[in-house]
């Protein structure tokens, strides 16, 4: 059993919720860099501008808009963790803006309208989708106004190179904004798994005091009963009939061996280290079968030992655990081989039982139920999957990982049994 104290718990979360706020930082760093380029790009643009009367104007603009991002990048380093919508939404009024502003100052000056390329770019690196869409969608309507709509610009373009630019630059926009949702996907995804990993690691030292209290039941109700029972035999032999009292504890005894013999091999399978996987999983479902009175057979292919053997084992326990508590089941069939082509370890477990309802897994998982999530994050950092099929009635749930054999030959007593 793993024990996990509550500080480990926190410094696990902090850091990665620290990962995220730091993916954030860097993508609005990156975007207030770029736009210290853009402010240069403007500052060219309204100085080769051939009608300098409103220049001043034009350069006390750009001066403010570059300061703006100056100060912006040094407060984000100052503090990384503030205010950070702000940081992100009134930059893209204020590029906007700036330009427009800037263009309607001018002659008509398609380096103004060019510029317009950088703010794509800047958006494509926006981790917030919807966002990036509004810095987009604003980028391109801002570009179809002052090329379809300015006199000025048309004097300089014809019609032919004005459609040839829209088009260029609408192309460009949409590669931007599927480069903006990647990196929302991305980064929605690694959220996501965050969050199911810091229920997990809360849920460790909660799934352990479970873990004790069943064990601490099973041992009360199974193996000290058989001992007080032969303590009570011992003492009546004492003063009454010596033979029946000594075959009663002997009864007893034997009892208490099983049972702890069981616990034990639950709890560590030294049956792995001995004859293999392949009898640890016969064991597990024969153990099944007399708990429950489900009907079991097993179906097991001879397998050399392998190092991800402890990993399906687990597995098998749970899996099994699960068909005894929830099923309702009359029949089960378990499986174990090697597939020659994929070479791929798999584990079938399969049940006649009440099915499955695979929407609310997830749900099962927020409120602390972490044995098939566990099962899954397992497999899936060994190169594996689980999947689970619900069927009518019943569930089937394969795990499948890489067979990686630790030594040469296989094990005695892994051949087919039904």
Known sequence: MMIMSYRNITEHGARDTGYLHAQGQWALHLQNLMRLAFAAVLGAAITVEPHPEHRPVQVAIVAVYGVATLWRLRRAARRPHQGAGLQTLLPLAADITVVVVLHLLSSGSTMLLNSLFLLLAIAAFQPVLALGTLSITSAVAAYTGMLLLDTRVQHSLDAGQAWVLLIVFVLTGSLCLLLCTIQSQRVTRIAKLIDDRTRLLAEVMRSDERERALLAERLHDGPLQHVLATHLDLQQGLSADPRASITRASSNLLEVARGLRETTRELHPAVLDTVGLGQAVRDLVDLTARRTGIASSCHVAPTAPSELDALVYGAARELLANVSRHSEATSL????????????????????????????????????????????????????????????????????VPFIPSGAGGRPGDADVA
């Open 333 to 400: 069939v378990v499986s174990l081989a090697v597939d020659a082509h994929t070479e791929m370890l798999e584990l079938v477990v399969a049940d006649n039982g009440t099915g499955t309802d695979l929407r609310i897994l997830d749900e099962r998982l927020a409120q602390g139920h972490i044995g098939l999530a566990s099962q899954r994050f397992r497999a899936e950092a060994a190169g594996g999957r689980l999947a689970i099929t619900s069927n009518c009635p019943g569930t089937s749930v394969s795990v499948t």
